[in-house]
C-alpha cells in the first residue's frame, strides 16, 4: 500500500482567507487539481411570488389559496465570509453597502430565509419591509412577505452555494420547484430556451412552457423572440422581472445587458405537474455534458434528456451510458429526446455523457424526472463539461419537507415514519475517482468516501445526523476529479405524495471563473504518490495570486495531518517581482501542526495580478492508520 497525495483546494474567505485541502489517500487514486478564489459575488432571487404563484395556477386552475411558501438558502463554503441581504422592498444597495441584513458566517453555515408569502397581490412598488428587524437566522422582518423573490444578496469573501425552493401552501411540496442561482458574472445577454409548448403533444411535459428574464442593471432593454408565438419587448430596471407564457422551442432572449433567465414546465391540470429549469447563457454552451440522474425502472419512473440543435444543419451527437454507446443526429433548429434517439431512458444505474462528434459545435440539453408523469416530476439543466469542478457545496436538499400541513413525519426520524426521498446524484468525469462527502455541519473531514468510474452514480443521502436528519442541506463534497452534481428526489426511496419534495436542481460547481478574484490559491505535490513508511517526503507548492483588488499583509498556514512533519530547511519562496528566500530564512514558524509564514519582507502587500509561491517539503513521521488524512492550508490577507 502507498499513500497518494494529492492537492485539493478549498475555499476563500472575507478579508481576505483562501483554504487549501490536500488529501493524502491510501491507495491508487488520482491527484486533484482544483482551485477555489476569494472575492466578491452577487445573486439576484428570480420572480415575484406574485409572478410564480400566477405561472402556477396558470398551469393547474386547481390551485387554491393565496400563499406560496419560498425559500432561499444559501450554504457558505469557507470561513469569515459575509453575506448582505437586500431586499427590493426598500430598493437596492451597492456592493456591501445600503443592504437590510449581513450575517458573517463560517464553514459548513447555512442561512435559510423563509416566507409563506400571500402572493395573491402584485408588491411591486410597496415599501412594507422598510424598518423591520432582520435577526441573525433569516426568520426576521415580516416573515409573510419580506423573503418573496427578487431579492439580492452580495458575498464577501469565500465562496457559496444559492438556491431557491417555493410551493403553494395549500397544495404541499408535490407542487413544488427549485433552481439553481448563478451569481451575476457569467449573466450574458443572450439565451435560448430548447424546449416549448410546440414539441407537445410529441413530448407531454412541455403542454406549458412559461418564461422569467430578470434584469441586473437598470434600463436594461430585453426582447423575447418566440418563433410561432407572441414575443415580448420591455424595459426592466435592477432586480425586476418579466414573463412571458405559451414559448415554442427556439424562443430567444436579448437583451443590451446581462440578465438571468429560468423557464417553468407543466401539464394543464395533471394533479400538480410542473418542472423548473435554470436557463444557461448561449455563449456558455459546450460540446460535451454529463447527467447523474438515473431512471428507476422498478417504479417505471423514467428520466430523459431533451437535446437542442442551435445551428442550421444536421448534428452527430455521440453518447454513452451504462448499457451502451453510439451516435444518432439531430435535425436543424431542433430539439429531441434522448429516448426517442437512442431507443430507451436514462438507465437505472449509470449516468449519460453527450458530446458533439464533430468536436467543435456547442448545443445544450436538459433533464425530466419522471417524465410524461406528475407523480415524481421534477427538471434539471446539464452545465457544459468545461465549467464542472471537483468541489461542491450544497443548497437547499431536505430529505422531506419540514413544514406544512402536509407533513407526517410524528416525531424525529427515525421515529418517524419518513425517510430521506431526495438523494443528490454525482457522476465523475473520469475512472477510479474518489469522491468525499463531509455532511452538515461541514468541518473538513470526510464522513463518508468511496469510488466511481466515469459516468456511473452514487446516490448520497445523510444518515441519522443531527441537527440536519435526513437533510442533504449543507453537505460538502469534493472528489479526485471533476463530476456532475444534482440534488432531486428520487422514486427509490421517496413516497408519492406529501411531504416527499416534487423537485430538485443541478448544483454549481465553485468556479472561480464566476467571481471577482482577490485572491486565488493553487497546491500540487511533487511525488503525489510515496510509498507507505516513515521518512518518504513530498514537496508542496503553494501558488498565491491576487486579482484586480490587491492584497495587503499576507499570511500562509499550511496544517500538517496527523503524522507528517515539515523538513527543516525545505523552504523557498519567490515574492513577487522575482525576488527569493531560502533555507532557514525561509522557515515557516510552527506550532504543533501548522506551518505559517508572515515575516515577509516589508510586511509582504502584493499588488494586483501579483504571484507569491512558496515551495516546501514534508517528511512521513509515521504510517496512517486510515484510508485518507486531510491537510489544511490558508492564505490570508486584507
Same mark, same amino acid.
Given at each position: 500500500?502507498?499513500?497518494?497525495?494529492?492537492?485539493?483546494?478549498?475555499?476563500?474567505?472575507?478579508?481576505?482567507?483562501?483554504?487549501?485541502?490536500?488529501?493524502?489517500?491510501?491507495?491508487?487514486?488520482?491527484?486533484?487539481?482544483?482551485?477555489?478564489?476569494?472575492?466578491?459575488?452577487?445573486?439576484?432571487?428570480?420572480?415575484?411570488?406574485?409572478?410564480?404563484?400566477?405561472?402556477?395556477?396558470?398551469?393547474?386552475?386547481?390551485? @387554491?389559496?393565496?400563499?406560496?411558501? *419560498?425559500?432561499?438558502?444559501?450554504?457558505?463554503?469557507?470561513? *469569515?465570509?459575509?453575506?448582505?441581504?437586500?431586499?427590493?422592498?426598500?430598493?437596492?444597495?451597492?456592493?456591501?453597502?445600503?443592504?437590510?441584513?449581513?450575517?458573517?458566517?463560517?464553514?459548513?453555515?447555512?442561512?435559510?430565509?423563509?416566507?409563506?408569502?400571500?402572493?395573491?397581490?402584485?408588491?411591486?412598488?410597496?415599501?412594507?419591509?422598510?424598518?423591520?428587524?432582520?435577526?441573525?437566522?433569516?426568520?426576521?422582518?415580516?416573515?409573510?412577505?419580506?423573503?418573496?423573490?427578487?431579492?439580492?444578496?452580495?458575498?464577501?469573501?469565500?465562496?457559496?452555494?444559492?438556491?431557491?425552493?417555493?410551493?403553494?401552501?395549500?397544495?404541499?411540496?408535490?407542487?413544488?420547484?427549485?433552481?439553481?442561482?448563478?451569481?451575476?458574472?457569467?449573466?450574458?445577454?443572450?439565451?435560448?430556451?430548447?424546449?416549448?409548448?410546440?414539441?407537445?403533444?410529441?413530448?407531454?411535459?412541455?403542454? *406549458?412552457?412559461?418564461?422569467?428574464?430578470?434584469?441586473?442593471?437598470?434600463? @436594461?432593454?430585453?426582447?423575447?423572440?418566440?418563433?410561432?408565438?407572441?414575443?415580448? !419587448? +420591455?424595459?426592466?430596471?435592477?432586480?425586476?422581472?418579466?414573463?412571458?407564457?405559451?414559448?415554442?422551442?427556439?424562443?430567444?432572449?436579448?437583451?443590451?445587458?446581462?440578465?438571468?433567465?429560468?423557464?417553468?414546465?407543466?401539464?394543464?391540470?395533471?394533479?400538480?405537474?410542473?418542472?423548473?429549469?435554470?436557463?444557461?447563457?448561449?455563449?456558455?454552451?459546450?460540446?460535451?455534458?454529463? !447527467?447523474?440522474?438515473?431512471?428507476?425502472?422498478?417504479?417505471?419512473?423514467?428520466?430523459?434528456?431533451?437535446?437542442?440543435?442551435?445551428?442550421?444543419?444536421?448534428?452527430?451527437?455521440?453518447?454513452?451510458?451504462?448499457?451502451?454507446?453510439? !451516435?444518432?443526429?439531430?435535425?436543424?433548429?431542433?430539439?429531441?429526446?434522448?429516448?426517442?434517439?437512442?431507443?430507451?431512458?436514462?438507465?437505472?444505474?449509470?449516468?449519460?455523457?453527450?458530446? #458533439?462528434?464533430?468536436? !467543435?459545435?456547442?448545443?445544450?440539453?436538459?433533464?425530466?424526472?419522471?417524465?410524461?408523469?406528475?407523480?415524481?416530476?421534477?427538471?434539471?439543466?446539464?452545465?457544459?463539461?468545461?465549467?464542472?469542478?471537483?468541489?461542491?457545496?450544497?443548497?437547499?436538499?431536505?430529505?422531506?419537507?419540514?413544514?406544512?400541513?402536509?407533513?407526517?413525519?410524528?416525531?424525529?426520524?427515525?421515529?418517524?415514519?419518513?425517510?430521506?426521498?431526495?438523494?443528490?446524484?454525482?457522476?465523475?468525469?473520469?475512472?477510479?475517482?474518489?469522491?468525499?462527502?463531509?455532511?452538515?455541519?461541514?468541518? $473538513?473531514? #470526510?464522513?463518508?468516501?468511496?469510488?466511481?468510474?466515469?459516468?456511473?452514480?452514487?446516490?448520497?443521502?445523510?444518515?441519522?445526523?443531527?441537527?440536519?436528519?435526513?437533510?442533504?442541506?449543507?453537505?460538502?463534497?469534493?472528489?479526485?476529479?471533476?463530476?456532475?452534481?444534482?440534488?432531486?428526489?428520487?422514486?427509490?426511496?421517496?413516497?408519492?405524495?406529501?411531504?416527499?419534495?416534487?423537485?430538485?436542481?443541478?448544483?454549481?460547481?465553485?468556479?472561480?471563473?464566476?467571481?471577482?478574484?482577490?485572491? *486565488?490559491?493553487?497546491?500540487?505535490?511533487?511525488?503525489?504518490?510515496?510509498?507507505?513508511?516513515?521518512?518518504?517526503? +513530498?514537496?508542496?507548492?503553494?501558488?498565491?495570486?491576487?486579482?484586480?483588488?490587491?492584497?495587503?499583509?499576507?499570511?500562509? +498556514?499550511?496544517?500538517?495531518?496527523?503524522?507528517?512533519?515539515?523538513?527543516?530547511?525545505?523552504?523557498?519562496?519567490?515574492?513577487?517581482?522575482?525576488?527569493?528566500?531560502?533555507?532557514?530564512?525561509?522557515?515557516?514558524?510552527?506550532? $504543533?501542526?501548522?506551518?505559517?509564514?508572515?515575516?515577509?519582507?516589508?510586511?509582504?502587500?502584493?499588488?494586483?495580478?501579483?504571484?507569491?509561491?512558496?515551495?516546501?517539503?514534508?517528511?512521513?513521521?509515521?504510517?496512517?492508520?486510515?484510508?485518507?488524512?486531510?491537510?489544511?492550508?490558508?492564505?490570508?490577507?486584507?
Amino acid at each position: 500500500m502507498t499513500p497518494k497525495i494529492y492537492p485539493f483546494i478549498r475555499m476563500g474567505m472575507a478579508i481576505l482567507v483562501i483554504l487549501s485541502l490536500p488529501v493524502i489517500a491510501l491507495g491508487n487514486v488520482q491527484p486533484v487539481q482544483a482551485a477555489v478564489a476569494s472575492g466578491y459575488s452577487e445573486y439576484f432571487i428570480p420572480g415575484s411570488a406574485y409572478q410564480l404563484r400566477n405561472i402556477l395556477l396558470d398551469n393547474d386552475g386547481g390551485l @387554491t389559496g393565496n400563499n406560496l411558501h *419560498n425559500v432561499i438558502t444559501i450554504s457558505v463554503a469557507g470561513d *469569515n465570509t459575509t453575506i448582505y441581504y437586500d431586499h427590493w422592498e426598500n430598493g437596492y444597495g451597492t456592493g456591501n453597502t445600503g443592504n437590510d441584513e449581513s450575517y458573517t458566517a463560517s464553514r459548513g453555515t447555512v442561512l435559510t430565509f423563509i416566507s409563506d408569502v400571500p402572493a395573491n397581490i402584485d408588491r411591486s412598488g410597496l415599501d412594507d419591509c422598510i424598518g423591520s428587524t432582520f435577526p441573525a437566522g433569516g426568520t426576521g422582518g415580516l416573515a409573510t412577505r419580506c423573503y418573496d423573490g427578487r431579492d439580492r444578496i452580495f458575498v464577501v469573501g469565500g465562496a457559496v452555494s444559492v438556491a431557491q425552493a417555493f410551493w403553494p401552501t395549500s397544495v404541499g411540496t408535490v407542487y413544488a420547484s427549485a433552481w439553481e442561482i448563478y451569481p451575476i458574472k457569467p449573466y450574458q445577454n443572450q439565451y435560448t430556451i430548447p424546449v416549448g409548448q410546440d414539441l407537445y403533444p410529441a413530448y407531454p411535459d412541455f403542454q *406549458n412552457v412559461y418564461l422569467l428574464v430578470q434584469a441586473t442593471q437598470d434600463a @436594461t432593454d430585453i426582447t423575447v423572440n418566440n418563433p410561432g408565438g407572441a414575443g415580448l !419587448s +420591455t424595459t426592466l430596471d435592477r432586480g425586476q422581472v418579466t414573463q412571458l407564457y405559451d414559448i415554442n422551442a427556439g424562443t430567444t432572449v436579448v437583451a443590451n445587458h446581462p440578465v438571468q433567465v429560468q423557464f417553468i414546465v407543466g401539464r394543464q391540470n395533471q394533479q400538480w405537474d410542473s418542472r423548473s429549469h435554470t436557463a444557461v447563457p448561449s455563449s456558455l454552451w459546450d460540446t460535451k455534458y454529463y !447527467s447523474p440522474v438515473p431512471s428507476y425502472g422498478t417504479g417505471a419512473t423514467y428520466v430523459n434528456l431533451y437535446i437542442y440543435n442551435p445551428t442550421g444543419s444536421d448534428l452527430v451527437i455521440n453518447y454513452e451510458d451504462g448499457l451502451g454507446s453510439g !451516435s444518432f443526429t439531430l435535425p436543424p433548429n431542433s430539439t429531441r429526446s434522448y429516448q426517442a434517439m437512442v431507443g430507451r431512458y436514462m438507465p437505472d444505474d449509470s449516468g449519460v455523457y453527450l458530446e #458533439a462528434a464533430d468536436g !467543435s459545435t456547442k448545443f445544450w440539453a436538459i433533464g425530466e424526472y419522471d417524465t410524461g408523469s406528475a407523480v415524481r416530476n421534477w427538471g434539471f439543466s446539464l452545465i457544459p463539461a468545461n465549467t464542472l469542478t471537483s468541489q461542491y457545496v450544497v443548497s437547499w436538499a431536505p430529505g422531506f419537507s419540514p413544514v406544512g400541513p402536509f407533513n407526517d413525519c410524528t416525531g424525529a426520524p427515525p421515529a418517524g415514519n419518513c425517510i430521506n426521498g431526495s438523494p443528490v446524484y454525482v457522476t465523475p468525469t473520469q475512472d477510479n475517482t474518489t469522491i468525499f462527502v463531509d455532511f452538515f455541519p461541514a468541518d $473538513g473531514v #470526510a464522513d463518508q468516501t468511496f469510488t466511481l468510474n466515469r459516468i456511473q452514480v452514487q446516490k448520497i443521502t445523510d444518515p441519522i445526523t443531527a441537527p440536519h436528519p435526513y437533510d442533504n442541506t449543507g453537505m460538502h463534497i469534493w472528489a479526485t476529479a471533476p463530476f456532475a452534481i444534482v440534488w432531486g428526489e428520487d422514486a427509490q426511496f421517496a413516497g408519492t405524495g406529501n411531504p416527499y419534495i416534487d423537485a430538485g436542481y443541478t448544483i454549481l460547481p465553485l468556479n472561480k471563473e464566476w467571481i471577482d478574484i482577490v485572491v *486565488n490559491l493553487e497546491k500540487t505535490a511533487n511525488p503525489d504518490l510515496v510509498p507507505s513508511a516513515i521518512g518518504q517526503t +513530498t514537496q508542496f507548492t503553494l501558488g498565491i495570486d491576487v486579482g484586480t483588488y490587491g492584497l495587503n499583509d499576507v499570511v500562509v +498556514t499550511d496544517t500538517m495531518p496527523d503524522g507528517w512533519g515539515y523538513v527543516t530547511g525545505s523552504t523557498t519562496i519567490t515574492l513577487p517581482g522575482g525576488g527569493t528566500i531560502t533555507g532557514l530564512a525561509a522557515d515557516p514558524s510552527i506550532s $504543533g501542526q501548522d506551518l505559517t509564514w508572515s515575516g515577509f519582507p516589508g510586511s509582504l502587500d502584493m499588488g494586483p495580478n501579483e504571484i507569491l509561491t512558496i515551495v516546501f517539503s514534508a517528511r512521513l513521521d509515521v504510517v496512517p492508520t486510515t484510508d485518507f488524512s486531510i491537510n489544511e492550508a490558508t492564505v490570508s490577507g486584507t
